[in-house]
């Protein structure tokens, strides 16, 4: 993807600079920043800017799942976190600029979500907020991947007003992932699990790149079921299913689709249940499969040994629960291990890959789970379509 990075532009020094973060960091009651992992991430695109010697930089971000503009989620611990980071002030603003923005060098406006345009389903009314952003600034810098499938204000709308670019994070970020899908090494294996069947779309595009797509997690009992196989009380998202039934029939026929062979089965969706290991055609009725078979993850682990490119979304089976947990630690490991590129999807599988102590064995462990499925489906995120060159 050819997109406009901060290195494009030629002169710096002076400028204003409005910076889309994604400082969503987790926090508890009252505000405090538990992870200051997604803060440390945009680092390095702020010293830049300041190394350049730009007059301001504007920080903006969204925090939480707002509903009525909960004082936790007010954006003010998240800049006291960022200035003890940089050992440098960042001046906290109440509001988004309506009332001017103070001198300092770095400020971080109030949570974008608490305004009723940033998330708008009116593109005008985002507009008219986003023209509002930048005429803060001189210029828009997007340093948040993981809200890049979204059409937000301080995301699609503001560099329709001001010249717009991606700042180092997301430019390494969506290198990686458009290398290991536009020019992979091969051969590429994917891994997909966990519980949605919307991951189907994406298993649907990489049948046109992948080599071998391993799935596993509760969609592949779904897959089982549509085969035919009894699978007694797993879980099934057979309303997703249903929405997807001609692209789940093209998946099952697919030589390149392996699906579990056997499964660790439980009578109860908990850690103390009783469970056993039984083959893919022994699943009784009361028990659910919740994590991939000793065959399966041998088979998997073979398969994946041999791969150069690895891209890896969902976890293999419950692996919030010990009892269920042995088939991802078994893939991450040798994804871990492999002599591959290694692109590890956000959410569920970055959040395995940290839990395993594995994130540093990683090509790339995503930012955002949607921004980097969407990718993988083969679309378009909006809000770098519009950071591209023209
Ligand atoms: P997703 O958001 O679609 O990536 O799903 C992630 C969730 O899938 C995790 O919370 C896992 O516990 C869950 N999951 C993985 N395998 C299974 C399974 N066999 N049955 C039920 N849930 C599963």
């Known amino acids: 993807m050819d997109l406009k990075t901060l290195k494009n532009i030629p ?29 440390r991430h945009a680092i390095p695109t702020i010293k830049y800017l300041l190394e350049k010697g730009v007059s301001q930089i504007i920080l903006a971000s969204h925090l939480g799942r707002p509903k009525n503009n909960e004082p936790h989620l007010m954006t003010n611990k998240v800049a006291d976190k960022l ?32 305004h009723p345009a940033e998330k708008s389903k ?32 301080s995301m699609t709308s503001i560099p329709k007003y001001i010249p ?20 992979p090494e091969h051969p590429l294996v994917a891994v997909v699990g966990g519980l949605k069947a919307d991951k189907l779309n994406a298993v649907h595009n990489l049948m046109n790149i992948a080599d071998k797509i391993l799935i596993a997690g509760a969609i592949s ?65 009361g028990w659910m499969a919740l994590d991939i078979g000793p065959q399966t993850r041998e088979k998997y682990a073979d398969i994946l040994s ?4 690895i891209l890896w979304f969902g976890p293999v089976g419950v692996f919030e629960m010990e009892a269920f947990s042995e088939g991802t ?20 599988s970055a959040g395995a890959v940290k839990k395993l102590g ?20 083969g679309k378009e995120l909006p809000a770098l379509a519009i950071l591209k060159k023209h």
């Open 11 to 39: 002169d710096l020094s002076g400028k204003k600079v409005f910076v889309r973060v994604d400082f969503n960091v987790p926090i508890d009651d009252e505000g405090g920043v538990r992870d200051a992992k997604r803060i």
């Open 329 to 348: 630690k078994a893939i991450g490991k040798v994804i871990a291990e492999a002599d591959a590129v290694s692109i590890i999807g956000g959410g569920d």
């Open 221 to 285: 009992y779904n897959l089982r079921k549509l085969e035919g196989y009894n699978i007694g009380d797993s879980k099934a998202d057979d309303e997703g299913m249903s929405e997807m039934a001609d692209l789940a029939q093209g998946i099952i026929n697919s030589d390149k689709v392996e699906l579990p062979i056997d499964a660790v089965v439980a009578d109860a969706f908990s850690e103390d249940a009783n469970t056993k290991v039984v083959n893919i055609d022994g699943i009784e009725d």
């Open 164 to 183: 717009g670019f991606v700042g180092l994070g997301v430019e390494d970020e969506v290198e990686k992932i458009s290398k290991a899908i536009e020019s």
């Open 83 to 114: 200035s003890d980071l940089l050992g440098q002030e960042v001046v906290k603003v109440d509001d988004w600029g309506e009332g001017g923005i103070p001198e300092a060098k770095i400020v971080m406006l109030e949570n974008i979500r608490f």
């Open 122 to 153: 009116n593109e005008a009314e985002r507009d008219e907020f986003g023209k509002h952003l930048a005429s803060l600034a001189d210029l828009y810098v997007n340093e948040a991947f993981s809200n890049s499938h979204r059409e937000h204000a």
């Open 358 to 377: 594995l994130s540093d064995k990683m090509t790339l462990v995503s930012t955002g789970g949607g921004a980097s499925l969407t990718m993988i489906e």
């Open 306 to 309: 041999e791969a150069k490119t």
